[in-house]
C-alpha cells in the first residue's frame, strides 16, 4: 500500500511540474504542442493504472492457488500407499520355475449339482459322458474343477518369445481315485508374424467351441457337431495383415488321432492302431471395426487314415467356422464340417462299420452347431446352442446311431469379476437305424470362482 501510495503522489507531482512549465511556457507553445503533451500524460495514466490491476490480479492468483496445491498433495499420497500395497501383494504371491521365469497359477474350482431324467430304456446315448450317463436321479461334483499354469519364458532369436499354458481337471479315474487328466497343454515360439505350438489341444480344424459351466469335463454337443478330442499336435501359423483391422492367419499342422472311438465295438482279440497321424491345415480371416464388434472365418481341412483289422479306412473332414459379434449385446459362433470317419476327432462314435464279410468302411456323415449370446450386462449374460450329427445310413449296421441331436440354454450371472453362478438345461436325442429315439433331460445349477 505504501508503494502504491507513493507512486501516485509520484505522478502527481510530475503531472503539476508539467503543468508549471506548459502555462509558463504556453505563450511560446503552441497549442498543438500542449494538446500533445496532455495526451501523452493521459496515456501514461493509463498504462499506470492497467500495471496495478495486473500486479493485484496476481496477489489474489498466488493466495487462491496455494491451499488447492496443498490438497492435492493427498490424492497422490493416497494412490502411492495403493501402488505400494499392490506391489508388495504381488511380490507376496509371485511364482517362479527354477529357470526363474514368472508362473501363474490359473484355474477355476467348479461345483455342479445336477438332475438328470434320461429315457429308461436308453443303454447309453452317447460314449461322452455325461451325456451318455443312463442313470435318473441327480448328484453333484467338483470334479469339473480345473487347475491351470501360465508361463512366460525367454526371448528368442529375431525378437521372438516363449509362451505356454497347462490345464488339467480332476475327471479321469484310476480304480476308485480321482486324478489329474491333462485336458490342453501347449508351448509357443511367438514372433511377431509367425508362431510355432507344440503340444495338445483341440482340432485345427475345430477351434471355437460353446459357452457352458455345465459341460467343462467333456466339452458341450460332444458327439452332436463339435470336434474336441484334445490331442497331441504340432503347428506352425503365419500371420498376414492387410490393414490395422484385417488380418489373416495360415496354420498347419500334424495330430495324433484317438482311433478307440473309430471302432469301439470290435471283439478285444482284434487288431486296430490305437492312434495315427493326421495332417491339418486351416486359414482365417478376422476384421475388427472397434473394441464392440468383429468377424473371425476359418476354413479346415483334415486328412488321415484308420488301420482296424488290417485295413485301412480314410478319415477325411473339411470344416467352416465364424464368430460374427455385431455390437456389443450380441455374438454368433459355430462351426459346421462334412466327411468320413471323423470320431477319431470328437465325433459321435463310431467312426467305421465292419460288415459281416470283415470289410471296414467310413461311415460319411456331416455335423455343426451354432451358439447365440446375449450379454445383457456386464454381469448377466443368455447363451442358446444346439448341434446336430448326421451319418449316412447306407454306411451303417443296424442299431448304427443315424443321428444325434443336442440343443441347451444357460443364463449366467456374475456375482464378482471372478465368481460366477449359473443354470442349465439341456437335452438330447439319439435316433438309432431301425431303431426307436432315444432321449435325455438334464439340469444343472452351477458356482464357479476363478482364480
Not at 489373416?248 to 478285444?268: K, R
Not at 468320413?340 to 460288415?355: I, K, R, Y
Request: proline share 6%; hydrophobic share 40%; aromatic share 10%.
Amino acid at each position: 500500500m505504501y508503494w502504491n501510495n507513493y507512486f501516485n503522489r509520484s505522478v502527481l507531482l510530475r503531472c503539476l511540474t508539467l503543468l508549471i512549465a506548459a502555462r509558463a511556457c504556453a505563450q511560446q507553445v503552441s497549442s498543438d504542442t500542449l494538446q500533445k503533451i496532455l495526451d501523452r500524460l493521459d496515456a501514461l495514466e493509463q498504462q499506470n493504472q492497467a500495471l496495478l490491476t495486473e500486479v493485484q490480479a496476481l496477489r489474489q492468483e498466488v493466495k487462491s492457488n496455494t491451499p488447492a496445491a496443498a490438497a492435492d498433495t493427498q490424492p497422490l499420497a493416497d494412490q502411492v500407499q495403493v501402488n505400494t500395497e499392490r506391489i508388495k501383494e504381488q511380490a507376496a504371491t509371485k511364482v517362479e520355475a527354477s529357470q526363474r521365469f514368472p508362473i501363474s497359477i490359473t484355474g477355476m474350482f467348479l461345483f455342479d449339482s445336477f438332475l438328470g431324467t434320461p429315457d429308461g430304456s436308453a443303454p447309453a446315448l452317447s460314449t461322452y459322458s455325461p451325456y451318455g450317463s443312463n442313470s435318473s436321479g441327480g448328484g453333484a461334483t467338483l470334479r469339473q474343477s480345473i487347475l491351470g499354469f501360465d508361463f512366460r519364458g525367454p526371448q528368442l532369436p529375431g525378437g521372438g518369445k516363449v509362451n505356454g499354458s497347462l490345464s488339467l481337471d480332476f475327471y479321469a479315474q484310476a480304480g476308485e481315485n480321482d486324478v489329474l487328466r491333462i485336458r490342453r497343454g501347449v508351448v509357443s515360439f511367438d514372433w511377431t508374424r509367425r508362431s510355432i505350438i507344440v503340444g495338445q489341444d483341440k482340432p485345427l480344424i475345430a477351434p471355437l467351441e460353446p459357452t457352458s459351466f455345465a459341460r467343462v469335463a467333456i466339452p458341450p454337443l460332444a458327439g452332436a457337431g463339435n470336434l474336441w478330442l484334445w490331442r497331441p499336435q504340432i503347428r506352425y501359423e503365419e500371420r498376414v495383415p492387410f490393414s490395422a483391422n484385417t488380418q489373416a492367419a495360415f496354420q498347419v499342422g500334424v495330430l495324433q488321432t484317438d482311433e478307440s472311438y473309430s471302432a469301439p465295438f470290435l471283439p478285444a482279440n482284434s487288431y486296430f492302431a490305437a492312434s495315427r497321424p493326421a495332417v491339418e491345415a486351416r486359414a482365417e480371416f478376422r476384421h475388427q471395426w472397434d473394441e464392440q464388434s468383429r468377424l473371425a472365418v476359418g476354413f479346415g481341412f483334415h486328412e488321415s487314415s484308420s488301420h482296424i483289422l488290417g485295413q485301412s479306412a480314410k478319415s477325411q473332414v473339411v470344416s467352416a467356422d465364424i464368430l460374427y459379434k455385431p455390437f456389443s449385446k450380441l455374438e454368433l459362433s459355430g462351426t459346421i464340417f462334412r466327411g468320413q470317419n471323423f470320431a477319431n476327432l470328437g465325433g459321435e462314435p463310431p467312426g467305421v462299420t465292419v460288415t459281416s464279410q470283415g470289410v471296414v468302411i467310413p461311415i460319411r456323415g456331416s455335423a455343426g452347431w451354432m451358439q447365440i449370446a446375449l450379454p445383457v450386462t456386464n454381469r448377466l449374460t443368455f447363451d442358446f446352442y444346439a448341434g446336430r450329427q448326421l451319418n449316412n445310413p447306407r454306411d451303417l449296421n443296424d442299431y448304427g446311431i443315424s443321428r444325434t441331436f443336442t440343443y441347451a440354454g444357460n443364463v449366467l450371472y456374475r456375482l464378482a469379476p471372478n465368481v460366477i453362478i449359473g443354470f442349465e438345461a439341456s437335452r438330447f436325442d439319439a435316433e438309432y437305424l431301425n431303431a426307436h429315439q432315444l432321449f435325455a433331460n438334464r439340469y444343472d445349477a452351477t458356482a464357479a470362482y476363478l482364480f
